[in-house]
């Protein structure tokens, strides 16, 4: 579980399946333009936020699969393996965003060899070094997209943010965990309490968690399969 500060993005009109239609792009500039970089308090990673959607607006899903379309292409998702570390455990209501989130990528036919973290095999603070090494350790070098929980304030709880620059899992309850991923994808799921915080995640309500879950697992499989699709339409679209 990570901690985190909540700040308010665009949104912008809802898709079809599958494409996005004209104008999609600069909403979601706009959106992004909105969010401003911080430095999380705890953890010591610059992190620049890119992305802000609600679990309620209609745009959360095509908004935020779009954001992280263009920040995966721009890493070359094309060309290498994108891995997504989905961290918590099913011990804990609110902290089993993750391996919810794992769960709906298997659903959707992702390759399980790029989900690290599900209800059946959770990534969580005994098992994240060793698992993530060895995932580090693969000769084809990943790219890591990490998916926590979060705890906030009342306004951000509901709130999805994608973030460039990884995060450390655990900071929100005092563990030290080492940063995991290139690109961060935290969801607010309860209030923050300070030395309650352990027990605000045990009694964060399921519903709310597994919704989030459903929106960050299907914009995860809809941003890879578009930056794919991208990738493989570049050649031909040079070479005419």
């Known amino acids: 579980m990570s901690a985190r500060r909540s700040e308010r993005g665009g949104v ?3 898709t079809s399946d599958g494409v996005y239609p004209d104008g999609w792009e600069a909403g979601v500039v706009a959106a992004v333009r909105s969010v401003p970089q ?33 920040e995966l292409g721009a890493r070359g998702a094309g060309l290498r393996p994108v891995a ?45 070094r060793e698992r993530m090494q060895r995932l580090m350790e693969h ?3 990943p790219l890591v997209v990490a998916v926590d929980a979060a705890l ?12 460039r620059g990884g995060l450390r899992p655990g900071t929100g309850v005092g563990k030290d965990l080492p940063a ?11 209030v923050q309490a300070g030395a309650l915080d ?3 995640l045990q009694s964060t309500r399921l519903f709310l ?8 697992g299907t914009a995860c499989w809809w941003a890879h399969r578009n930056a794919r699709r991208a990738a493989a339409a570049a050649p031909s679209a040079v070479a005419v």
Do not use: K, M, W
């Not at 990528?105 to 059946?120: M, Q």
């Open 209 to 216: 968690v597994q919704e989030l879950a459903d929106l960050i």
């Open 180 to 190: 995991v991923g290139e690109l961060a994808l935290t969801a607010t799921v309860n």
């Open 152 to 163: 906030g304030t009342t306004d951000g709880v509901g709130s999805v943010h994608l973030n």
């Open 139 to 141: 000769p084809a070098r």
């Open 38 to 70: 911080y430095r999380p308090a705890a953890g010591g990673i610059e992190v620049t936020a890119l992305c802000e959607v609600r679990r309620e607006d209609p745009a959360a899903l095509a908004t935020l699969a779009l954001a992280l379309e263009r």
């Open 84 to 128: 997504f570390a989905c961290i918590g455990t099913d011990r804990s209501t609110g902290d089993a965003l993750g391996p919810l989130v794992g769960q709906r990528l298997l659903r959707l036919g992702y390759d399980p060899a790029g989900i690290v973290g599900t209800l059946e095999e959770p990534l969580h603070a005994l098992n994240l």
């Open 12 to 14: 912008i009109n809802r």
């Open 198 to 200: 352990v027990q605000i």
